[in-house]
């Protein structure tokens, strides 16, 4: 239900001086502002609904007296005054919140205010464009024998104003006679494409969009903005039980998610242990926050990172959730791995994509990064380093120290202006990749935008596993028993046994099994080839994992003494180092070093603790325990 407005909780007196302030200001300085947004009444008037938005009623009316929500509306009325300045003036643009409060408290009665109004109007706006909320009194302002929270008003008004942010503030027939080359700044052109904001079930903030694609990028920038603003004020509105966090983007343009669509032309549903890819985008679900945050980081700033363990679905995010968007924003990308010398290979990779001819070998990478920067312009290029642990394998550190220092060039930001680095790995290599490449160019990893990605919710791998049968013309048997939980609800529990989240591939492993045991003629999978003939998640995946020890050729045997190795007499995973392992099953330890990366690449183990080593679940050592493999 729409919120009331703050005028019906205000006094009858206090609503008519109210009345009077917003009268005298539409008539005097609201037409008069500077800027370079659309300000005046049509802004202020945004503000205070804003505010009505933000404030439940239930808060209004029990929990903030009327002289609050009084100071709040003429805030509102009067916040932008100090962009009034004589014709040709430009001091509104060093502080006009502080020459606002000036105003305010040299001219209060011409606008309508007492002294003491005044006061606590001018504290409220003189921070509402910076959110310097520091710099206000701790003391209360005493109004009557009221005692006025300035801190708790300036922070939700301050979120107010920021709120205001749409296409109503930013018109395209304006842009175009501000900026008639073209050169559009982010701000205003993301503010073309908002249409507006929402409040989630979560009291998180929504912003909603219809970006033409190539608005896209600029919207993600001013979000991005937006959210460093509220980040000045966020712990403040916590307090004080206002909404304080920016929920994901609301991007809702039929034509980007047509487009997507048009491009899911799938030979089948499921890609089992695969990634996704580029042509499975469309039902690659679960991953919106993430693709967002990707997106986000990847506009604002030279050299990103993507974190997260084997499995959890790094490149599909890449491949599947970040370049379709890309190809909308008319990007340019590249996806590459640097392998034990990154910068030979990297070079390779873009010089194969971009340039034409054999490969100059007296370039270096960051020369070739430039010539296919300078290639994709007006455009921006992403170089995606995925599976970037690899470099840890280079024994030469001349390599890397070159490699270093071509990284240190892009993250300039002004020595190849139009190119973003997006470097993907495991998290287990975090700490190594820190003392070998990321310490030399920012100091730390932790100095980089980082989104480090977890395995799927429950929510997440339902959405995944709707779309993809969706996609095979395929049901889950809708029928059940008495007390018994949906066949969708069992399958997500069995495969996540106990834990938080959801190992992607597992759940593609299972949902690929299922749909290749379904007779085509009959689109239903049953209760019974779940339980019955496949026996489950747990024994669809063993019997899956323990089939791949095949495509390890003549290493199949060394491969199963490490599974058996890595199995307590429980038939529980158990975790070893590399020096045990090599004492259990005889395998020397830079034999065991090989085996053991591709085992990880193969989703089997993983890496657990300092330098050790475990099964990845608990259904492969179960089922190695059961078969003495």
Known sequence: ?????????????????????????????????????????????????????????????????????????????????????PDGSSDWDSDHGKRAKEILLQEYDKLGLDNVQAIAVSYIVSVHN?????????TPVVIGSEEIDIVKLAAIFRLADMLDTGYNRAP?????????????????????????WYLDENDRIILQALPKPEEIDAVLRLKAMMANDLDLISSNLKLYGFPAELGELDLGDVFINAQLEQKAKLDRPFPGMAFYTQRE??????????IEALLTHVSCWPISLLVGESGAGKTSLIHAGLFPWLELMKWKYAWTRPFEKPGENIKKSLWLEFLEGKVEAEKTLLDVMKQAAGKC?????????????????????????????HLVAVQTGTVIPNLRVLISFRDDALVKLNARLFKKITGSARSFPMVELERLTINGAGAALSAGLEQAGLGLDPRLEEGQRPLKDIILDDIRQGEDRLYPPYLQVVA??????VDPGKPV??????????????QIIARYLLERLKEFGSREEETKKILI??????????????????LGTGIGVEELKTIMTEMIDMRMVRVAGEEEFEIIHDYIACQIGRVHV
């Open 172 to 196: 395209e027939i304006v842009s175009a006679i501000k900026f008639p080359n073209g050169e559009i700044p982010s701000k205003w052109r993301g503010r073309q494409a908002i249409t507006g």
């Open 281 to 290: 985008a469309a039902i690659f679900k679960g991953r919106d926050k993430e």
């Open 130 to 138: 910076d959110g310097r909320l520091e710099e206000l009194p701790n």
């Open 525 to 538: 999978i049953t209760g019974d080839i779940y339980f019955h003939q496949l026996n489950g998640a747990g």
């Open 565 to 582: 190795c890595l199995t307590s007499s429980q038939g529980k995973k158990a975790r070893k180092s590399l020096n045990e392992l090599s």
């Open 377 to 405: 312009k007006p455009h921006k290029l992403l170089v995606v380093m995925d599976q970037f642990e690899d470099i840890l394998n280079c024994s030469v550190p001349e390599f890397l120290e070159e490699f270093c220092l």
């Open 1 to 85: 239900m729409k919120n009331k407005e703050l005028r019906e909780f205000i006094k009858s007196d206090m609503l008519t001086q109210l009345k009077e302030i917003w009268r005298k200001a539409k008539g005097s300085y609201h037409e008069s502002q500077k800027g370079d947004n659309i300000q005046g009444w049509t802004h202020c008037k945004a503000v205070e609904t804003n505010l009505s938005r933000l404030i439940p009623d239930e808060k209004k009316e029990k929990e903030m007296t009327p002289m609050e929500l009084f100071l709040l509306s003429a805030a509102a009325c009067l916040h932008d005054i100090g962009k009034v300045v």
């Open 512 to 517: 690929e099994t299922l749909c290749r045991k």
